[in-house]
């Protein structure tokens, strides 16, 4: 992809259905309860009406895109585990033994794993190059054997960003053209809560200081040098458009979720934001597309300190607060079913004229701010 049909793809995105939003928002008002009592739910059911055009949604199929690769900054001692459990953990997706896979299997969710980037070699038989050929399966999408030591040089070309973006808006298609509902985007790629602080500083200027967390966990000493790092990014990138930013200190796992954010967009498919990893991709995809970010949802808030930096620049509010912060997508599956509450509302709650209830008292409510 080039950066021209980046941009023609971007031009794609249209804007929420205001009439049907508007629909959503009088059936609301006319379900027997008191106005705004059901508070974020009802302004999720509001925003999927936007999406796909219908008051009434369900949350038949859903879905978490897995994007995994390997950050040559790793080299630098910032990350509490090795390269190599990029590699063990993406295996293990296919088995549903990790955190996401497990909250997958108990709520009916598929995932969708793909190789961006990881450094090691996935066992013969677990590729597939056709997403949800087969669930069991990761789509091999390698660029490279991870990116380079952001700490020393640019992690990867604008070419390979470029790449990596589209990777994702090609899974946001094949997740359109399954039937999904919504999908979740999540990671997995040792040292990409270095990277993710990188891009997060770079886009908005501000130091490690309010963009670096321990991660994982790690020692005070690679905390140090995890800022060093970053402080250093921040300053190579002022300046710098946003598709350089990620080229400079990203990871093909973070460029390629930016791109999933933007294909959702484009193909008008409800799409949740899982923890601090996610929500910086998110944040790049809004810099490069902003239409996109009315198609976001956030699942949780993560324990991750630039967490709330980010999710403040886009203008969005996490559903759950439950001191998560192991990424994955895990945040995901949870924020499903939210989301499908929110929408059962809307489907199944009757309105104060099919309950049989006169609601001529809750006129003096709608005419104030009482609630």
Known sequence: MTEQELRQQISRIQG???????????????????????GILERISIQMAGITG???NKMEKTCVAVFCADNGVTAEHIASAPQSVTLAQTINFTRRLTGVG???ESFGSKLLIVDVGINGAVPEGLYTDTPFSDTHKIV????????KNLAIEAAMTREQALRAIEIGMEMAEAVKRQGYSVFGVGEMGIGNTTTSAAVLSALTGKPAAQTVGK???ITDESFIRKRQIVDAALEKCRKMDTLSVLAEAGGFDIAAMAGAFIGAAIHRIPVVIDGYISVVAALAASRLAPGCVSYMFASHKSFEQGYQLAIGELGLEPYLH????LGEGSGCPLAFKIMEGACGVMCNMATFEEA????????EIRKGDCF
């Open 322 to 325: 439950l001191g998560m912060r």
């Open 356 to 363: 049989e209830i006169n609601d001529d008292y809750l006129e």
């Open 140 to 147: 091999n999408r390698r660029i490279a054997n991870g990116t």
């Open 102 to 104: 497990a909250l997958c």
């Open 215 to 217: 991660g994982g966990g």
């Open 16 to 38: 929420l259905d205001q009439k049907a939003m508007a629909k959503a928002r009088q059936r609301q008002e006319a379900l027997a309860k008191p106005p705004g009592s059901l």
């Open 54 to 56: 219908t008051v009434k």
